[in-house]
């Protein structure tokens, strides 16, 4: 069974293959044959997402086109394994159809944070859709009885203003942010 931590590693380890997609070219899953699949069900009963289904199906989707490598300068953190860990993890990526797509994961337990991108770039854009999957609880799970419990929302939006987004990423959270030509 996936918690809400899993979902979270889940997503960082699909931006790291993304921002990495000019060596990675393909990437498997076990899991998605195993017995802990992303998606569960029963024998004569119900059917569910487990947490970690929600990065995979988000990445799927809206990771097409070409890989971006944005240069994110984050506040980090400590470790017991690694100094000056960066809280913000993300990528985008460039659809054929001019739209970008930005994928992050916050990982500060206590704290939102602003992000703020140039995107002056890519012409004029608008936001289409922030989606966040957030828990209060990193151990929370989906289960047949409460298949709900961990699943995205709509996040609070944000603002574009001379090419430059702001948009606030709730604490510990995978976020995908859709922008469109406007």
């Known amino acids: 069974i996936y918690n809400f931590e899993d979902a ?3 997503g960082a380890m699909l931006i790291t293959f993304l921002r990495n997609a000019d060596r990675v070219k393909v990437a498997c899953m076990a899991q998605l044959v195993n ?3 992303p998606i569960m069900t ?7 997402a487990q947490t970690i289904y929600w990065p995979l199906m988000h990445a799927s989707k809206y990771g097409r086109g070409t890989a971006l490598r944005p240069v994110i300068d ?3 953190y400590d470790c017991s394994d690694y100094e000056k860990v ?4 993300g990528t985008a990526t460039l ?3 001019g ?3 930005l994928f992050a994961v916050n990982r500060d337990m206590n704290e939102d944070i602003l992000l703020n991108a140039d995107l002056r770039g890519f012409g004029g854009l608008k936001i289409a859709e922030h989606i966040v999957l957030h828990h209060d609880d990193v151990k929370a799970i989906n289960t047949e009885e409460n298949p709900g419990n961990v699943a995205p929302a709509t996040g609070n939006g944000g603002v574009i203003d001379g090419g430059k987004l702001e948009i606030k990423l709730p604490s510990l959270s ?3 942010i859709r922008l469109v030509k406007a």
């Open 95 to 97: 659809g054929d159809d």
């Open 35 to 37: 017995v802990i699949a």
């Open 74 to 76: 984050s506040p980090t």
């Open 86 to 89: 960066p809280l913000v993890d």
């Open 8 to 10: 979270l590693l889940v």
């Open 174 to 176: 995978w976020n995908v």
């Open 42 to 48: 029963r024998n004569g009963g119900g059917v569910w």
């Open 99 to 101: 739209s970008v797509t």
